[in-house]
T-cell receptor
């Protein structure tokens, strides 16, 4: 099992450009999440999904869109990148509590994004 | 919203020393996880511990949900324990959203 993987690992964008970050998990998890981590801070939730075809906003959703067309994939889009979106982006997944009685979230390796 | 505070913010240890990291949270939560973020940025699951005590090798954790705190114990520290330790609390019922604390930066010196 690869667990949670993220593509790309690193990207530089110019202000106003768009891009999509891809998250994939092979653990058959129902729930998936996108977080961002800024220097010296903990992670903050951007968007999440509780199943294929569903998405919902987290703490800091502005400027981002997401899609979950397949259970194993969760995409994070930046339509018009801004310097304030320079950050490290982490994807995570977890199983449904009622299925496994534990809600451990497993994290990908992160994507470093620099917006100039 | 729920507030998660970790202490101390920074900690320097000599190899072989023991330490206790604390996580306080302001409201009832569904669960609690401890993570280690290594110097390469990878987040490593340490414990899923909504209540009670768990041990894994030199690490152990205790959560007292009724008093809204959790402790992470590191014994006989090694240089590979260096990094940032985060606690994160789960809220939002079945959606299991996490709120992270700001972390404890641990440096273990040889």
């Amino acid at each position: 099992n690869a667990g949670v993987t993220q593509t790309p690992k690193f990207r530089v964008l110019k202000t106003g450009q768009s891009m999509t970050l891809l998250c994939a998990q092979d653990m058959n998890h129902e729930y998936m999440y996108w977080y961002r981590q800024d220097p010296g801070m903990g992670l903050r939730l951007i968007h999440y999904s509780v199943g294929e075809g569903t998405t919902a906003k987290g703490e800091v959703p502005d400027g981002y869109n997401v899609s979950r067309l397949k259970k194993q994939n969760f995409l994070l889009g930046l339509e018009s990148a801004a310097p304030s979106q320079t950050s490290v982006y982490f994807c995570a997944s977890s199983a449904q509590y009622r299925r496994v009685m534990e809600e451990t979230q497993y994290f990908g390796p992160g994507t470093r994004l620099l917006v100039l | 919203g729920i507030q998660v505070e970790q202490s101390p913010p920074d900690l320097i240890l000599q190899e072989g020393a023991n330490s206790t990291l604390r996580c306080n949270f302001s409201d009832s939560v569904n669960n609690l996880q401890w993570f280690h973020q290594n110097p390469w940025g990878q987040l490593i699951n340490l414990f899923y511990i909504p209540s009670g005590t768990k041990q894994n090798g030199r690490l152990s954790a205790t959560t007292v949900a009724t008093e809204r705190y959790s402790l992470l114990y590191i014994s006989s520290s090694q240089t590979t324990d260096s990094g940032v330790y985060f606690c994160a609390v789960g809220y939002g019922g079945a959606t299991n959203k996490l709120i992270f604390g700001t972390g404890t930066l641990l440096a273990v010196q040889p």
